[in-house]
Antibody, heavy 121, light 110 residues
Framework: EVQLVESGGGLVQPGGSLRLSCSAS????????MHWVRQAPGKGLEYVSA????????YYADSVKGRFTISRDNSKNTLYLQMSSLRAEDTAVYYC??????????????WGQGTLVTVSS | EIVMTQSPATLSVSPGERATLSCRAS??????LAWYQQKPGQAPRLLIY???TRATGIPARFSGSGSGTEFTLTISSLQSEDFAVYYC????????????FGQGTKLEIK
């Protein structure tokens, strides 16, 4: 069974930094692309970032480009999202999502439970 | 970037009745369209992909149709557990904007 467990969320001041983690199990993590999707409180879903299976290719939404960095440690079956220069509009639940073997446009079958990031002074 | 527009924003339907939710793409996405259900405090759950294929374990009362720019999710006989927010998502494009979601339709009990 695919399991994705996010951690690292919390309260951070504007301009601050935070690193999210997503621990994966139930599949061969190193063989699959991974994604981050976020949802502001009471709002819809926003696609944030993606990384290929070997980490060689990454993608960022314009809203986070230059501030967020996606990475992965395949030896630890863990996906990361390093967030810096955080803004109030980054406040959201961040979901870790399993991709396919190739980094392509796709639908999302497997989601984590999400971790809440709150940016506020 | 492809913009996905869902209608209505809120739909009030009685249990046992049919619900029809719409999703429109600003340009053709072929059949690269998915539907998700989300309940409060939960992650989205994949219902439909390829515009009309039910995901594993999804009841037959959920059906999807459409192609190009116009899509529909139909729930044939609403059960109490179906009242939730529904999102469509296109996955046709290349970056940027290769995964875009609609703003959601809240399905509430009438």
């Amino acid at each position: 069974e695919v399991q994705l467990v996010e951690s690292g969320g919390g309260l951070v001041q504007p301009g601050g930094s935070l690193r999210l983690s997503c621990s994966a199990s139930g599949f061969t993590f190193s063989s699959y692309a991974m994604h981050w999707v976020r949802q502001a409180p009471g709002k819809g879903l926003e696609y944030v970032s993606a990384i290929s299976s070997n980490g060689g290719s990454t993608y960022y939404a314009d809203s986070v480009k230059g501030r967020f960095t996606i990475s992965r440690d395949n030896s630890k079956n863990t996906l990361y999202l390093q967030m810096s220069s955080l803004r109030a509009e980054d406040t959201a639940v961040y979901y870790c999502v399993k991709g396919r073997e190739l980094l392509i446009a796709e639908y999302f079958q497997h989601w984590g439970q999400g971790t809440l990031v709150t940016v506020s002074s | 970037e492809i913009v996905m527009t869902q209608s209505p924003a809120t739909l009030s339907v009685s249990p046992g009745e049919r619900a029809t939710l719409s999703c429109r793409a600003s340009q053709s996405v072929s059949s690269n369209l998915a539907w998700y259900q989300q309940k409060p405090g939960q992650a989205p759950r994949l219902l439909i992909y390829g515009a009309s294929t039910r995901a594993t374990g999804i009841p037959a009362r959920f059906s999807g149709s459409g192609s190009g720019t116009e899509f529909t999710l139909t729930i044939s006989s609403l059960q109490s557990e179906d009242f939730a927010v529904y999102y469509c998502q296109q996955y046709n494009n290349w970056p940027p904007g290769w995964h875009t979601f609609g703003q959601g339709t809240k399905l509430e009990i009438k």
